[in-house]
């Protein structure tokens, strides 16, 4: 007889660490008091993931709408400088999707890659806290997957924001995690 073991299957979110979204002089960017950390718990979790041959998956914002792109000063016009991942982030392979809407999920081209790979569990950290990746931890959830969020590997405009959304993830009942947890 076959017997069919469930196994979870695991995938990282590497949510918009672009250039110009870390970068102070930047218009649109994180805070970045601790910035040096913040990249230090995103490669640290990199690594972890793409050590145990789990899935590393990077998104990028990228606008093409005009007025978005004139009232953020270009941060992410698709084709843009400083619209690319930041070179302080560690890259473990080409799997990039583009997005232009809070949600990741809304390239369908990313949630077709997280179904054909059979992943159960989704793992999110990136930019912005308050924007993109609880927007995309609510997609995560409306298709089934579940979301774990690690929240020091958040960034955010400023830490009362980022507090703002680990208060509302916990209060909604989705699971937080630390670096070191991963």
Known sequence: ???????NRKALLVIDIQENLVNPDSKFHIGT???DLFFQNLNES???FNDNNDLVIYV???WTNPFINLVTSNTCKKGGPGVGLDKKLVIVNDSIYSKSKPNSLSNKDLLK???DNNITDVFVMGLLAEGCVKATVKGLIKEKF???VIEDALGSKNEMNKSKVINYLHKNNIKTIKTKEV
Do not use: C, P, R, T
């Not at 007889?1 to 196994?7: D, F, I, L, Q, T």
């Open 1 to 7: 007889m076959n017997y069919k073991v469930a196994v």
């Open 33 to 35: 008091a601790e910035i």
């Open 46 to 48: 990199i690594v972890k």
């Open 60 to 62: 990028v914002n990228e």
């Open 113 to 115: 890659y997280l179904k």
């Open 146 to 148: 579940n979301a774990v």
